[in-house]
DNA sequence: TCGGGCTCTGACCGATCGGTCAGGCACACT
DNA sequence: AGTGTGCCTGACCGATCGGTCAGAGCCCGA
């Protein structure tokens, strides 16, 4: 029927994202987003080659911003560089923490299945405690980064010798959240 | 037939954690599973309930010890339990780590689809910014981990103004990288 | 008025997956 | 020999999902 609908396009990544932020990539359908937008599954595979070019077209802005910022950097002295990335990474974190919340959303999801319930309480008081007492709100940001950071970090590390890893990591998690 | 196989289910959890760890949970059917082990995908199901108790067993030891380490801090004064703290998450970090990887997992694929090609290299120079010049490794993985941890914890922030946000995102980022 | 192209659609496809169920085999006990 | 029980299986089910396709309605330019 093709209605008066000018911008169907836009309404379809304003549907993703809403969607998206909801349930997730993975847990959104075609469908579902078909259904917020008010046309059929098959329109959006019209105006997009797949359900991952949405995504792309969804964190396009983002990864623009990031790879301006990556090129900013490289024609910089190393001092310079890291108050520039410092800075640019706060500030595309807190403006894009949306689309960044899509890649972490799954992560977020694996933490309600069943076979992970109740172990939260548990991980803040881990935090709480290396907290300490401070009731400054920047000594609770920077111990979640912190053990949040390390835990992801060890993941890549294909180290021989686990008792000088642990040893490291307690090293670099002492440095960061002890008071001097 | 149920030939002689004395102890199928540590052949299963063996088989889930071998097939978890290369496709991660939800990139792994049961089927999968049974293959690996050598039987049909209905014996799967007659010794554990679902799918989600399989992961539940393999991550049981995990969780057991962390319980068991939280309960410990709990009976400290501040001072000690965030000694213990930081030297227990360090060890359970590390002789866990296939068990968190089975978290990150989605996480870690998440990066792989289309749409974040060529976002990586990008990412990397923001970390090697940060580091600086510094050759030590432990400065490698405090710039890694801090840059993944603030990303994540941003994510359960629902603060109204994003600019003093961003401001105590530069004051943790820069306390934990610069150099004293 | 005619025709071509843009937008949109319902019907359909092929594949995947977690889970169920009735029944079969072998062994141990009586 | 008969019986029960633990272990295992193939066949099947219902649901979901991303994606394809032929065609329909509509607007616009010739």
């Known amino acids: 029927m093709g ?5 169907t396009r836009d309404e379809i990544l304003a ?22 937008v008010g046309c059929s599954k098959a329109t959006l595979l019209y105006h997009f080659d797949s359900k991952d070019a949405i ?10 911003e990031l790879a301006a910022l990556s090129d900013r950097i490289a024609r910089l002295d190393a001092a310079t ?5 410092i800075d640019g990474f706060a500030d595309l974190v807190v403006r894009y923490r949306r689309e960044i ?12 299945r069943p076979a992970f319930e109740g172990i939260w ?4 008081r881990l935090i709480a405690a290396c907290v300490g007492q401070s009731p400054d709100p920047d000594d609770q940001m920077l111990a979640r980064a912190t053990l949040a950071g390390l835990a992801a970090v060890v993941l890549n590390r294909t ?11 307690v090293r670099v998690a002492r440095r960061a959240l002890l008071p001097r």
Chains 1, 2 share one sequence.
């Open 3 to 7: 209605v008066a609908r000018t911008n």
């Open 15 to 36: 549907a993703a994202a809403r969607r998206f932020a909801d349930a997730g990539f993975k847990g959104t359908s075609l469908q579902d987003i078909a259904d917020d």
């Open 55 to 64: 995504l792309a077209a969804l964190i396009a802005p983002a990864a623009r």
């Open 81 to 85: 560089a890291r108050d520039v990335a």
């Open 101 to 112: 919340a899509l890649i972490f959303d799954e992560l977020m999801r694996m933490f309600q």
């Open 121 to 124: 309480p548990h991980v803040e």
């Open 159 to 169: 180290d021989r010798d686990d008792t000088a890893l642990r040893e490291s990591i």
